[in-house]
């Protein structure tokens, strides 16, 4: 049985000795996950919420204590908690990434226990990932859920369960007592087998795939003369190997495509409730990823049950950060959250390996070899690997993983594999671009677009690279950081979402590749004034379409296709569309020939700016002007009458995303505004289960075709009614466009 402890603690924001006995009038009633702090969304002071503080709960428990065990359950907290339990001291205890489980029966009671959890959020050098410089913040709190785990005195400890795809299930299970466990399996509600064995084979299971992740669950159940235990595991049937050709899924080669996360967001830190973690795997599904490294720690059980439920792989991450410490306690917190991370872990089908490796760290042979035994023995099924950032180092793990930042323009990618030494194992790219290339989601046009051709082009990379595994971005959001690192703002603006997890262009071309729905994003707001030189230029658009047909002011344009010439391996290359003239040529007398040479010397204006013309163009630009008594002015206006609009309407551009010859999507652009604000809510139903629930309200200026005003930064003063509450500030203002609210609920029913 699990019973939460979410609601109503007292928090006193410091400590001493003398709130043991009496909490201070200072004390707040809060609720679990909870953060030190309530930040800014930027320029946040990595100090603010590096402190001891105090937690109070008082709790009953309903069950028979000389029959059951009862286990204090943290989730989750920043990072090192003395606990006292009805005033025994039960110790010190380090989490920051991990659970933390002790067993209280010997100072509990049913009634009225007095918990008090002094927690230090400071960052102790003595705890990966700390020690020097770390680029994320680790916010302080409480932050994951705290429960009671109640258990008959003879009890299931642990299970373990791997099954692969040829249908055979291993077991491991450890009891406080030596009695063999029942096991049964269930497909969906139904039961398809009892048994006491710890090695199954089910002939053609139901395989978990990324298209359809099919979970069954195994239930142990152990009796005694206290009652019956039982715990549920879900699991799914897949293998998964990284071999030095690629990756291989149920044997089938698949390419990895994926992004970083970390588990911050704006103002609450890292307290946010089951449904925004489960938000982000949605999130990333969406985007059409198919793998997330939880760079750089192991992360919420929701977020990783969401990734199994929905077909997204995962890598997981010991805590860290480039720095290995010599210290011996250092080095012990590092074995053991090395431990840690495969208990907690490794009955995640999504789970494909663990970085054992502090990421981007010196080599250290001496820690890494033991850390990688220490995952192996714990999990003999899941391969390792070790980030690192730096080529020929040492490889002790499974197969290679690095960090490729060599792309330092559009034309370069990714290193070609050849020149890593990965030592014929498996090699997997873990980040690309990030740092190389910060952009916000209020930067200029151009920056937002070349941001997006980056990510393009070290896709193109990453499938071109036929042994290459696959490639994991840098990164999925926007994340607070510390002072050294970011853009001044303590912000790293490496997301291809921004902080709130709204989107840039460049997640376009990563859910261009996504096949489930028809998916068309047009990297520009079509206005030639937002331009260098204000010329309009390319205009790049990511679809998982055939085509795309171009009309301006419903006048058909051209047809569009993928460049497949600089892109022939991505399955759904970007379209860069350059004609805005095509048939709309109307001058009287032009001849298909001068309204070709025409279309032509606009398509390489476009491309190539006015100062670059080519002789050649000249040569037929004088012919032209020969031909039809025009001056060179004429030219210009006929020029901007098409393509600038000047003097007349704002043209309206409509694409028109074509599927199998039939129009499938359509997007609109035009300088005309009517903006308006837009709300939508993740959620419409909020639920309290374990604990409070948050819904994300993203809000944004949309003119009238539904585009954001990309440069909109309205303010916005956001009120509640009912039984919700702002979860961070009520005075936001737009960025980029767009922004989002939190509101969170507090424990009563309504609308
Ligand atoms: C890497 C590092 C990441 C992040 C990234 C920024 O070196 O592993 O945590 O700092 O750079 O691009």
């Known amino acids: 049985m699990k019973c939460f402890l979410s609601n109503q603690w007292d928090y006193v924001d410091d400590f001493s000795e003398e709130y043991l006995k009496e909490l201070p009038e200072t004390k707040k009633i809060i609720d679990i996950p909870h953060t030190i702090k309530l930040c800014d969304d930027n320029y946040i002071d990595e100090k603010s919420y590096q402190k001891i503080v105090t937690y109070h709960k008082t709790f009953n428990i309903n069950e028979d ?7 204090l359950h943290f989730d989750g907290f920043m990072v090192k908690a003395r606990i006292v339990l009805n005033n025994h001291e039960l110790g010190t205890f380090v989490s920051g990434f991990f659970p933390v489980n002790i067993n209280i029966n010997k100072y509990a009671k049913n009634e009225n226990n007095e918990l008090f959890v002094i927690l230090d959020s400071s960052e102790d050098k003595n705890i990966p990932p700390f020690g020097f410089a770390v680029d994320y913040l680790t916010f302080g709190g409480i932050y994951r859920d705290v429960s009671l785990i109640i258990k008959p005195n003879i009890y299931i400890k642990n299970v373990f369960v ?68 039982n715990e549920i595991v879900k699991f799914g049937f897949k293998s998964a190997k990284f071999e030095k050709d690629g990756f291989y899924l149920n044997d089938k080669k698949i390419k990895l495509v994926g992004l970083n996360r970390h588990q911050s967001y ?22 059409g990823v198919n793998i997330v490294r939880t760079s750089h720690y192991s992360q919420s059980e929701y977020f990783l049950n969401r990734c199994d439920e929905i077909g997204l792989l995962v890598l997981t991450e010991v805590p860290g950060w480039q720095f290995v410490s010599r210290d011996e306690v250092w080095r012990n917190n590092y074995y053991d959250f090395i431990k840690k991370m ?18 981007e760290s010196i080599d250290d042979d001496e820690l890494y070899k033991k850390g990688n035994q220490i ?41 070609k594999a050849s020149t890593v030494k990965t030592k014929g194992k498996g090699y997997l790219v873990t980040e690309y671009l990030g740092h190389m290339f910060p952009t916000k989601s209020f930067d200029n046009q151009e920056r937002r677009q070349e941001h997006f ?56 071309i990563y859910e261009a590749q996504n096949e489930s729905k028809p998916f068309l994003t047009i990297c520009s707001n079509m206005a030639p004034g937002d331009k260098s030189a204000a010329l309009l230029g390319i205009t790049y658009a990511a679809s998982n379409c055939d085509s795309i047909k171009l009309y301006i002011n419903d006048e058909y344009v051209n047809e569009f296709f993928p460049n497949r010439k600089d892109y022939p391996n991505t399955p759904h290359p970007l379209f860069e569309i350059d004609d805005y003239l095509g048939n709309r040529i109307k001058e009287k007398g032009f001849s298909d020939k001068d309204k070709k040479n025409l279309v032509d010397m606009c398509k390489f204006i476009i491309r190539n700016g006015y100062s670059n013309i080519k002789f050649s163009f000249i040569k037929d630009a004088a012919s032209l002007m020969m031909k039809h008594h025009l001056k ?28 199998n010859k039939e129009v499938v999507i359509t997007k609109t652009i035009s300088a005309q505004l009517e903006g308006q604000l837009s709300a939508i809510s993740s959620k419409q139903t909020l639920h309290e289960e374990e604990s409070y629930d948050v819904a994300k309200i ?47 609920t507090k424990h009563e029913l309504g609308e």
């Open 65 to 71: 204590l000389q029959t059951h065990k009862v286990f």
């Open 162 to 229: 791997n099954a692969d795809h040829k249908g055979t299930i291993n077991i491991k299970t450890i009891c406080s007592n030596s009695q063999n466990p029942t096991f049964r399996i269930y497909d969906e509600d139904k039961l398809i087998l009892e048994t006491d064995k710890e090695t199954i084979n089910i002939p053609n299971p139901h395989l978990w795939s990324l298209e359809d992740p099919h979970l069954y669950a195994l239930e142990v159940l152990l009796d005694s003369k206290y009652g019956q235990d």
């Open 266 to 287: 704006p103002y609450a830190g890292y307290a946010m409730p089951k449904s925004m973690q489960e938000y982000d795997a949605e999130k990333l599904k969406e985007i």
């Open 342 to 359: 495969v208990l907690k872990e490794r009955n995640r089908t999504s789970l494909v390996a663990y970085g054992v490796r502090i990421d």
């Open 375 to 415: 995952c192996h023995e714990n999990d003999p099924y899941r391969q390792t690997t070790g980030v690192r950032n730096f080529k020929n180092s040492h490889l002790l793990e499974d197969f290679y993983s690095y960090n490729d930042f060599s792309c330092s323009s559009l034309k370069h990618g990714l290193d």
């Open 453 to 508: 051709l980056r990510h393009a082009k070290v896709l193109e990379d990453i499938y071109e690279h036929k042994n290459l595994a696959g490639g994991i971005g840098w990164c999925f959001a926007d994340y607070n950081t510390h002072k050294d690192f970011g853009s001044g703002d303590h912000i790293c603006y490496h997301g291809v979402l921004d902080i709130f997890r709204n989107k840039k262009y460049a997640s376009a």
């Open 632 to 659: 060179i002015m004429d030219l210009v206006n006929i020029y901007t009458k098409y393509i600038n609009s000047w003097g007349q309407e704002a043209s309206t551009f409509k694409f028109e995303g074509i599927k």
């Open 698 to 744: 993203d809000i944004s200026m949309l003119d009238k075709f539904g585009n954001i005003c990309v440069y909109s930064s309205e303010a916005i003063n956001v009120e509640t009614s009912g039984p919700l509450e702002i979860y961070g500030p009520h005075l936001v203002s737009l960025k980029g466009g767009a922004t989002s609210i939190f509101v969170k």
